[in-house]
């Protein structure tokens, strides 16, 4: 049987109706909407889409959301600055410093100079360790979409095997966490795994976020598993074009899954409504 879909695209609507409710209620209480300032350093068009919709969505929801656009050739002091700066300004509650930087600027020196309390990508080490520690604060944006993608799911997590594939610090790592949070039984698998597929197969829920196309084949998944698949992966279409792909062979897997998400339209939307989620929740811990 075909896989249910997990529309992303229209779950996002939801959490941003949600936000959207939130930002008014904080700026009744508050008198002043939550700020969120997007940082972009340098011309990388896909950046540059990024950035202008996570503007045009903050904005949307009647929070005051700002872009600063950098030339590639600022120099990390600059960086620095501006993020000192936005630190210091008591109407920003949420700052994003955009990756990738250009390779002339220390990408780990600007993100752990941004104050905890605004990092609402969660990528500070502060807040990573929170998250490992079982005392989570502001997590990273597409785990937590990864999350109620699988609430949708109904997907029991308690006991479940979950095999998430990737071990970054923006997916892999905290999405493991947020599963080990629900009791779910955690591996996390990478691109140095023996016997990926037999890992995988264990799986009742399998997250794919390592950056390969299709990397995940229909045989690794186990038949009624729900598969996330995080990848964003851009290949030849064979006709002269291109085409998004996941870092799941999605034909193949849907039809074994019992729930899968689609790529574009799965967990891609998901990331910035939980970007807005995220930047109300530091709202609310700062005006506290
Ligand atoms: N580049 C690609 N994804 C992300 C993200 O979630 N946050 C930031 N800051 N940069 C990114």
Redesign the pocket.
């Known amino acids: 049987m075909a896989a249910r879909i997990l529309d992303g695209k229209k779950l996002a609507e939801t959490v941003r109706a949600e936000v959207r409710e939130g930002v008014a209620a904080f700026k009744a209480k508050y008198g002043r909407a939550p700020g969120l300032e997007v940082v972009l350093v340098g011309d990388d068009p896909a ?1 540059q889409v ?1 950035t202008r919709n996570k503007e045009k969505a903050s904005n949307e929801v009647g929070m005051q959301g700002r872009l600063h656009v950098l030339p590639a050739s600022t120099p990390e002091d600059e960086v620095l600055a501006l993020v000192e700066r936005l630190n210091a300004d008591d109407n920003v509650d949420g700052i ?5 930087l250009p390779k002339s600027i220390n990408e780990q020196r600007v993100l752990d100079a941004v104050d905890p309390a605004k990092d609402v ?1 969660g ?1 500070h080490p502060v807040n990573a360790g929170l998250l490992a520690a079982g005392r989570p604060r502001l997590v ?3 785990p937590l979409g990864c999350m109620r993608l699988l609430a949708l799911a109904e997907v029991p997590l308690k006991g479940a095997r979950a095999v998430v594939v990737g071990r970054s610090n ?1 997916v892999g790592k905290p999405v493991a966490q947020l599963l080990l949070a629900e009791h779910a039984t955690v591996t996390i698998a990478h691109s140095r795994t023996k016997d990926l597929a037999a890992v995988c197969r264990e799986a009742d829920v399998l997250v794919a976020a390592v950056g390969k196309a299709e990397l995940v084949r229909g045989d690794f998944v186990k038949p009624g598993a729900v598969v996330i698949d995080v990848g964003i992966n851009r290949v030849d279409a064979g006709n002269g074009k291109t085409k998004l792909v996941g870092d799941v062979a999605y034909a193949e897997a849907a039809e074994i899954a019992s729930a899968i998400t689609p790529v574009p339209g799965g967990v891609g939307p998901m ?1 910035i409504a939980y ?1 807005l989620q995220n930047t109300l929740t530091a709202a609310h811990a700062r005006a506290a």
């Open positions: 950046s990024y994003l410093v955009q990756l990738p990508d990528f990273p944006c597409t923006i990331t970007l």
